[in-house]
């Protein structure tokens, strides 16, 4: 079988398409036959290496994490959830190959009618962006603020934030083409945040400050987001795509203004129970048609640099996906 790894840091070039043997299913694993997978903008930074900053380091060879869709080929030991034929989605860590392996815990089984793309928003974009902002703790007629709205998960916590009862939503994004696609994915007002001024932007169509902010850019952008939050705001911080370290000022906490952290890991860890009812709730708003997920390129395996590349430039709006 083919799979895709990295044996050097550098540009989308290092990318190479190896032929392996098939890998087999270990205790409480499974094998899935692959028909699409969800790339991650984090892994361009672990591919980068050293020059990516302090936050993003992965040991060489570099493995490609995904979000997996497939057809259950095998299972290893202590699996008896899940058989052979089952068409699954799972987020796995070496998800660049014609096979991969995947914990069987944490699938989620695909609904009947729904199409590879949207389900590949299954296992970790959707739960992400629905659990960002309930650790937002956003309440029903609150304002939204999502950063990066146009990307793989901002475009979903545009919609769940509407689904959940948000009375007003901004979305910002980076150009006219995105900020466009996010207005059509639901936002109420959608903000360039490369203007300056983004803040005063924010508190034109919110004067009163957002209740609530979705940050997964970090640096500036979250530094920033402190000027537009409302009495009692809260940052719900789930990425920091920018690589940026900063340092938030204890007064910006005084105006009873809060951010706390998000991570998938750390919350199926901390809360299992709680994470895979994320996933069966991710997996009814999709099925039934009420979550939208875009897919910005279909490309081949074979094209993995190329996937890359398209992440690297930010030009993508909803999702990048390949296909074996």
């Known amino acids: 079988m083919r799979r895709v790894r990295y044996h050097e840091y550098g540009d989308p070039d290092v990318l190479t398409v190896e032929e392996v043997d098939r890998p087999a299913p270990g205790p409480g694993q499974v094998l899935v036959r692959v028909e699409e997978i969800?790339?991650?903008f984090v892994d361009t930074r672990?591919?980068?290496?050293?020059?990516?900053?302090?936050?993003?380091?992965r040991p060489l060879p570099g493995v490609l994490t995904g979000d997996v869709v497939g057809v259950i080929e095998a299972v290893g030991?202590?699996?008896?959830?899940?058989?052979?034929?089952?068409?699954?989605?799972?987020?796995?860590?070496?998800?660049?190959?014609?096979?991969?392996?995947?914990d069987a815990e944490w699938l989620?089984?695909?609904?009947d009618g729904?199409?590879?793309?949207?389900?590949?928003?299954?296992?970790?974009?959707?739960?992400?962006?629905?659990?960002?902002?309930?650790?937002g703790r956003l309440a029903v007629g609150e304002t939204v603020l999502v950063h990066a709205a146009a990307g793989g998960i901002g475009h979903l916590a545009v919609q769940l934030a509407t689904l959940l009862g948000a009375g007003t939503v901004i979305g910002?994004?980076?150009?006219?083409?995105?900020?466009?696609?996010?207005?059509?994915?639901g936002a109420d007002f959608a903000i360039d945040y490369t203007d300056p001024d983004w803040p005063a932007r924010v508190r034109e169509v919110a004067p009163q400050g957002v209740d609530v902010v979705l940050d997964s850019v970090g640096g500036e952008i979250l530094r920033r987001s402190f000027d537009v939050l409302a009495?009692?705001?809260?940052?719900?911080?789930?990425g920091a795509a920018s690589g940026e370290l900063v340092a938030i000022p204890v007064t910006d906490l005084f105006a009873l203004r809060s951010v706390t952290g998000f991570s998938l890991l750390a919350w199926r860890a901390a809360s299992p129970a709680e994470a895979r009812r994320d996933m069966v709730e991710s997996a009814d708003h999709l099925g039934s048609g009420r979550l939208r997920v875009a897919v910005h390129a279909r490309l081949p395996l074979t094209a993995a640099a190329e996937a890359h590349?398209?992440?690297?430039?930010?030009?993508?709006?909803?999702r990048v996906v390949l296909v074996p």
């Open 77 to 102: 030991p202590e699996v008896t959830q899940w058989h052979v034929g089952r068409r699954v989605a799972g987020l796995a860590e070496d998800a660049f190959a014609d096979f991969v392996v995947a």
């Open 38 to 40: 969800g790339a991650n």
């Open 46 to 57: 672990f591919r980068l290496g050293p020059a990516a900053g302090p936050l993003f380091r």
């Open 231 to 238: 009495p009692l705001g809260r940052i719900a911080v789930y």
């Open 309 to 318: 590349r398209v992440l690297d430039a930010r030009g993508q709006s909803g």
């Open 114 to 135: 729904l199409d590879a793309g949207a389900a590949g928003a299954l296992p970790m974009a959707a739960p992400v962006a629905l659990r960002a902002l309930r650790t």
């Open 108 to 111: 989620v089984e695909v609904p």
């Open 172 to 185: 910002t994004a980076g150009s006219a083409d995105k900020l466009a696609f996010v207005k059509e994915y």
